[in-house]
């Protein structure tokens, strides 16, 4: 597989999307957005995005909301919360309900992610 999956990734912290970038940029086609709202367009506006991944604590919009409203758009598109809290009762739900295929906590594990957005890439293909 010589092309690399498109992913996106969400965080309002540059730092997080920057490092996100440099950590992955040699196995995805990694894109970012500093808020939900940014990414909902960025994920509206590119149909070859495989994955998304989202900080759950943002200003104005949280990671859940975000993803759900992309939901709407692409009912079947894999999506996972990465956060530095605990998981709580609605992320636990949202497993349940399908909405997120899984949560990460921060600082990230590169294998885990890599491993994650593999296996749910190659199953959707």
């Known amino acids: 597989m010589n092309e690399r999956p498109k992913i996106l990734y969400v965080d309002d912290e540059e730092i997080n999307t920057t490092v996100f970038q440099l950590t992955f940029s040699n196995i995805f086609e990694v894109v970012t957005a500093g808020s939900g ?10 149909p070859d995005i495989k994955f ?3 900080d759950m604590r943002m200003p104005l919009m ?5 993803i759900r409203e992309i939901k709407t758009y692409s009912a079947n598109i894999p ?5 530095g809290y605990q998981q709580g009762p609605e992320i636990t739900e949202a497993i349940a309900k399908g909405e997120i295929v899984d949560y990460m906590t921060k ?3 590169k294998r885990a992610i ?3 957005v593999k296996k ?3 199953g959707a293909s």
């Not at 949280?62 to 975000?66: D, H, I, T």
Request: charged letters at 20%.
């Open 114 to 116: 890599e491993q994650l």
């Open 79 to 83: 999506c996972t919360i990465m956060s």
């Open 120 to 122: 749910h890439i190659n």
């Open 37 to 46: 709202e940014t990414g909902i367009e960025v994920f509206r506006a590119d």
């Open 107 to 109: 600082p990230f594990n």
């Open 62 to 66: 949280s990671g859940l909301e975000f």
């Open 52 to 54: 998304v991944i989202s």
